[in-house]
């Protein structure tokens, strides 16, 4: 079993930072990509960032340039650092793993329950 818990949304200014965490129940090495996606109302989830196993990152074009995914393995967690945010960055926010192919993880993929970030003057 895997759990995956998100914290740091809340509500901004636009033009405010908010930063995200994802804390793993286990290794997050034993994971071969990590990212974030988010859910805004009435749309479909979308991805924002991700991290593979080997360092590289990929950001959705409308984030890129203003949020940074990173991570610490000495506290199995993952981050999204988000500067300059937007209205239409409003939605709920959601952890996702997937599983490595050389672990027992293999072919699966763990999602956390969400953190809300809302973008409003």
């Known amino acids: 079993q895997v759990d995956l818990v998100e914290s740091g949304g809340g509500s901004v200014q636009p033009g405010g930072s908010l930063r995200l965490s994802c804390a793993a129940s286990?290794?997050?090495?034993?994971?071969?990509?990590m990212g974030w996606h988010r859910q805004a109302p009435g749309k479909q989830r979308e991805l924002v960032a991700d991290?593979?196993?080997?360092?590289?990152?990929n950001y959705a074009p409308s984030v890129k340039g203003r949020f940074t995914i990173s991570r610490d393995k000495s506290k199995n967690t993952l981050y999204l650092q988000m500067n300059g945010l937007k209205p239409e960055d409003t939605a709920v926010y959601y952890c996702?793993?997937?599983?490595?192919?050389?672990?027992?993880?293999?072919?699966?993929?763990?999602w956390g329950q969400g953190t809300q970030v809302t973008v409003s003057s």
């Open positions: 996702n793993a997937r599983g490595s192919y050389y672990t027992e993880l293999r072919g699966r993929e763990y």
């Open positions: 286990r290794d997050i090495f034993d994971f071969s990509n």
């Open positions: 991290l593979k196993d080997g360092g590289s990152t």
